[in-house]
Structure formats: structure tokens, C-alpha cells
């Protein structure tokens, strides 16, 4: 069995193109993979920065239409980025270890 991460920015209302791009794609993969799907709260700050404010109730309003869709904790993980302190410090780890020409490649 494969494992799958994946996730979406909270920054609007979820549209169509989620629903055919991501969300059934999702929905198939938690029946033949462990599947982890996030709520990439602080990759949406690259582009909510000035106004971080709506960033809980786009969260929120987007994992019910994941619910509704068929994606959720039933058959996988749903967790918000930010919770997972981890994540962050991965990431800042990796960044200073990993040199410029290498992510240019």
C-alpha cells in the first residue's frame, strides 16, 4: 500500500476545478493508499499576508467540503499544517541545509 500526502491553501471558497482537479482524485486514492491530506494554512500566508484574518473560516468552510465530497477521517488523515509544529521545523531544517544550486536544479 502507497502513501499519499497532499493538501490546499484555505485562501477562497473551494470551486469546481477542486472538485474535478483534487477532490475525486482524493477520494479514489484513500481506497488503495494511506492517505494524508492538509490544510496548508502557512503556505497560504504567501499569499493571505496582508490579510491573514479569514484564513481559520476558509480552513474550516474548505475540510466540510472535503467531508462532503467523500474525503475525510473515516479512511484518512485530515490535519492543519499549523498544528504540527514538526512540519514547520522540517522545513526550516531542510531550507538551510539544502543549497541554492541544488534547489536550481
Same mark, same amino acid.
Given at each position: 500500500m502507497g502513501r499519499v500526502l497532499s493538501g490546499m491553501r484555505p485562501t +477562497? /471558497?473551494?470551486?469546481? +476545478?477542486?472538485?474535478l482537479g483534487a477532490l475525486e482524485n482524493w477520494r479514489k486514492l484513500q481506497e488503495t493508499h494511506e492517505c494524508f491530506f492538509m490544510v496548508a494554512d502557512l503556505h497560504a500566508? =504567501?499569499?493571505e499576508y496582508e490579510n491573514p484574518s479569514k484564513l481559520r473560516d476558509y480552513s474550516y468552510n474548505m475540510v466540510l467540503d472535503w467531508l462532503a465530497c467523500g474525503v475525510g /477521517?473515516?479512511?484518512?488523515?485530515?490535519?492543519v499544517q499549523?498544528?504540527? /509544529?514538526?512540519?514547520a521545523e522540517?522545513?526550516?531544517?531542510?531550507? =538551510?541545509?539544502?543549497p541554492l544550486g541544488w534547489l536550481e536544479r
Open positions: +477562497g /471558497p473551494l470551486h469546481l +476545478g477542486h472538485l500566508l =504567501m499569499g /477521517p473515516v479512511k484518512s488523515a485530515v490535519f499549523s498544528e504540527i /509544529p514538526e512540519h522540517l522545513a526550516l531544517i531542510l531550507g =538551510m541545509l539544502t
